[in-house]
Nanobody
């Protein structure tokens, strides 16, 4: 399986951007897709996740109300709509797929497939 993330770029504070992550190939049995991010000098952190079937969503407190995750099952694609962006949102964003249980859905260990990352830079 391959996860291809795209959509990153440079945006001014207060602006919006949408990231996409498309799953392709065989052998992927994950039921959750997630987004994580890693800022320079910091550890990778959970951003958001969505269950493929039910569409149940999860968010980090830092992005709740500003980011929206969604999926298009027919296209095997997950989106992360990011609004009201802040400089502290600057990071490399990674999409991930797996079968985490509820207690691990916000942890890297819950996912076994990772995309290559896409850079988001928010200027002040």
């Amino acid at each position: 399986v391959q996860l291809q993330a795209s959509g990153g770029g440079l945006v001014q504070a207060g602006g919006s951007l949408r990231l996409s992550c498309t799953a392709s190939g065989s052998g992927f049995s994950g039921n959750v897709m997630g987004w994580f991010r890693q800022a320079p000098g910091k550890e990778r952190e959970f951003v958001s996740a969505i269950r493929w079937s039910q569409g149940t969503t999860y968010y980090a407190d830092s992005v709740k109300g500003r980011f929206t995750i969604s999926r298009d099952n027919a296209k095997n694609t997950v989106y992360l709509q990011m609004n009201s962006l802040k400089p502290e949102d600057t990071a490399v964003y990674y999409c991930a797929g797996g079968r985490p249980i509820l207690s691990t859905i916000r942890t890297e260990g819950g996912y076994y497939a990772w995309g290559q990352g896409t850079q988001l830079t928010v200027s002040s």
